[in-house]
Structure formats: C-alpha cells, structure tokens
C-alpha cells in the first residue's frame, strides 16, 4: 500500500480584491463598503439564495443548491450558512465568508463588482454613489455583528440541547442492544466480522464517538440503509475499529464497511468519519486527542463520478490529507476492476469473488 503525500495546498480563487495604485479609493476603504453591503445581506439571504440559487433546500440555518459553477447535478457537497453567509463546496475546496463572495463566485466577478450588484439589489449605495455618515454606518455595523453574535449563539445553544437529547437515547439504546449476529445480511454482504457493533432487532447499532463519549449512533438495516440518530452530533465525531497506540498508523476513512475492512487487513486502528465531509473535521479530532499517532487518510475512489463532475471522494481525501499534514492512500485498483467500486471495502469485496 502506498502512502501519498499531499501536493501543496492551492486554496480557491480570490474572487476580487485587487490592488490599488495611486489616485484609487483606497483598499481599506473599499473592503469596509463590501462588508457593509455583505452585513446588510443577511436579513434577506432567503430571498437573495432562492433567487441566485433556485434548486436548493432549507436545512436548518443552511442553504443546500446544487454548485452550478461546476456543473454539480446533486445537492450535497455545497451549502450556504443564512446566519453568517459562509459558503463551501468540500468537492472542490471553493468557500467564501460571505454573500458579497458568493455572489462573486457564482457571477465569475470580482467581489467590488458582485457588492455593487447586490446593492442596487437591496436598494442600497455602493462606494461613492453617496456620501455616507460614517458614524451612524459604524453603530449600524456593530448592531449587524451583535445581531450575527446572537443568532449564532441561539444556534449554539439549541444544537447542543439536541445533542444531549440524542446522547441518551444513543446510551439507552446502545445499553439495550445485543452482541451483532455475524450472519446478519449487511455484514456478509460487506464480508466484514461484527467487531464491536451491536444489534437490536433487525438493526445493527454503530457507536459514535466525542472525545471519548458516547454521542449518537448509525443504525444499519438488513439492505444496508443508514439513519443516524436525529439531531445528534456528527461533526468531528467517529467509529473507531481496534486502539490507538503512539507511533502507530491510524487511518481515517468514510465508512463502517470501510473501516473494518481495512482493520481488518492491516491489523491497524481505523476511524471511521461516516462521511467524505467529516473527513478534515474528524481528523483534527483524533490529531488533538492522540498528538503522538501516525495519521493516514483512506480515501474513496468515486471513480464512475469523474465523467462530467468531480471525484468528490477522491478530492476531499486528498485536501483533509493536506489540512492535517498527513498522507493518504486509495483503492489500488486492478485494470479489469468495474468502475462502479470506489472504497476498500468494494476491493476487497470484488477480489474475494473472484477467488
């Protein structure tokens, strides 16, 4: 197997601060316009994203469309947050802080240009089309910060309520479960042992780690659907199959199937993230608590995706392995093997088939 370092990292394009030469407004003073007018945004992020945006979904404080910039045709790697206008595509490692760089990226303008759209847009001023009583856009700007503060702290406080809610629900139903029948169809469909799962009744119970708490949990159906317990924590949270030890490899991948098949493989511990997106925030997790391990990246190999959009699983492998500092290793894949297969698992799966 072999490890591959991370080239270095390329962030996504600045989308238009330029510099100015002389007899120009100057820079300061045009960065503080464009965070008024991004400031003044925010109320109205509903109707500003269903118009720029018009195939996506409400989820929470998020804004879930597809990425049009590139050619997405399925929601689910790029979201909007309506409280703060933080944008980010995982799959292509594009992000922004705000509407006004948004709007810039989605335009392909510089963000001087996409501030003065969205101003004649909310009926607002831009630069020197007025002149401006600076005190009074300083006391507004401070209301918009505190008014930001509040939201996010209100967002903090009810995500974490629901956290504790699904923790004990986790803890009750992770106390109720049995030991994981070894026949029971998810597992001999993926080939993989128990290990530390359990089930309850049809269902096998995922246990979902938080600083060395039990938070949450995936359950897996007999065909292999997946739910996680609603409202329960996920973000930087894993599945770890075997022990961490100091100095030794632990690898951290997608999924279930996944993880236990390379534990089982490589005899080395093996987080899983349960998603291409937890992947950067999982691993800074394990990096914080365990600063002696040897972190590796397992990647999935979304190969039958790279025709008309990107290998999302490929990329955000490759850019968790490049935040962490750490290397990463895919699936060596035969040349006869179908394109459908992307993780070890599917490999590992395939190969024994063949026997």
């Excluded at 980010?88 to 003065?116: H, P, T």
């Excluded at 939201?151 to 049995?178: C, H, V």
């Excluded at 492998?317 to 698992?345: Q, T």
Aim: overall charge positive; hydrophobic content about 40%.
């Amino acid at each position: 197997m072999h490890i591959k370092q991370p080239a270095n990292k390329r962030g996504p394009a600045a989308f238009g601060l330029k510099k100015v030469s002389a007899g120009q407004p100057a820079l300061a003073s045009i960065h503080v316009e464009i965070q008024r007018i991004a400031g003044a945004a925010l109320p109205a992020a509903d109707n500003l994203l269903a118009d720029w945006l018009p195939d996506g979904t409400r989820k929470g404080k998020e804004y879930w469309p597809t990425n049009p910039v590139r050619g997405d045709r399925k929601p689910g790697s790029f979201s909007i947050n309506l409280h703060t206008g933080k944008w980010n595509d995982f799959a292509s490692d594009d992000k922004g802080g705000d509407l006004v760089s948004l709007l810039a990226y989605l335009r392909g303008c510089s963000q001087i240009e996409a501030a003065r759209i969205l101003a004649g847009q909310l009926g607002l001023h831009f630069g020197g089309d007025h002149k401006r009583d600076l005190v009074d856009e300083e006391v507004a700007r401070q209301r918009m910060a505190r008014r930001r503060e509040q939201l996010q702290q209100q967002d903090d406080e009810e995500a974490r309520a629901k956290w504790e809610q699904a923790s004990g629900r986790a803890r009750r139903d992770w106390a109720l479960a049995g030991k994981a029948d070894p026949n029971h169809p998810y597992l001999a469909s993926k080939r993989i042992k128990p290990h530390h799962l359990r089930q309850r009744g049809g269902e096998l119970l995922a246990p979902i780690f938080w600083r060395g708490e039990l938070v949450s949990l995936q359950r897996i159906k007999a065909d292999g659907g997946k739910l996680f317990l609603r409202g329960g924590r996920f973000k930087g949270c894993y599945c770890l199959f075997g022990y961490i030890e100091p100095g030794v490899e632990l690898f951290i991948v997608e999924g279930i199937a996944t993880a236990a098949t390379l534990h089982e493989l490589t005899g080395k511990p093996v987080a899983a993230a349960m998603s291409a997106g937890n992947l950067l925030p999982a691993g800074l997790e394990l990096k914080r608590r365990y600063p002696d391990v040897v972190l590796i990246v397992g990647g999935d190999d979304d190969r039958a995706k790279e025709v008309g959009k990107p290998n999302a699983g490929k990329l955000a492998a490759i850019h968790a392995a490049s935040m962490l500092n750490c290397g990463y290793v895919l699936p060596a894949w035969p040349a006869d093997a179908p394109l459908h297969l992307s993780d070890f698992n599917d490999l590992a799966v395939w190969l024994g088939g063949r026997k």
